[in-house]
């Protein structure tokens, strides 16, 4: 299966670790280069420098025949737009985006 990270920072980190040794093709989308340096050092994933919520970067990381997009960027914002943008652009089947702030889970905001 072929899956995209956005965000490489500690939890992204994990997941690229987990996937990679389930023979998963991971690809890590972040806009710092020392993160993703580390992650290229020790892990056997693809790694693509860039804005994670641009369609350009989403496209260049794979997007397009990717099964799983997981967003776990430092911003809420920026992981939805992330799935929402895999999801209509690139009808990404599976999207994860992490949430903090609680106030979006609440349940008068649920359909």
């Not at 860039?50 to 794979?62: D, E, Q, Y």
Request: proline content about 3%; glycine content about 6%.
């Amino acid at each position: 299966m072929k899956s995209i990270i956005c965000g490489a920072g500690d939890v992204g980190y994990s997941i690229a670790d987990k996937l990679s040794k389930e023979s998963f093709e991971v690809t890590v989308v972040d806009e710092s280069k020392e993160r993703l340096k580390k992650i290229s050092e020790n892990l056997d994933v693809k790694t693509i420098i860039g804005v994670p919520s641009l369609p350009s970067t989403l496209s260049k990381a794979g997007a397009k025949d990717c099964d799983i997009l997981i967003a776990v960027t430092k911003s809420d914002e920026t992981n939805m737009i992330c799935c929402q943008i895999g999801h209509s652009l690139f009808e990404i089947p599976k999207k994860i985006a992490r949430i903090r702030q609680q106030d979006y889970l609440k349940g008068e905001w649920q359909s």
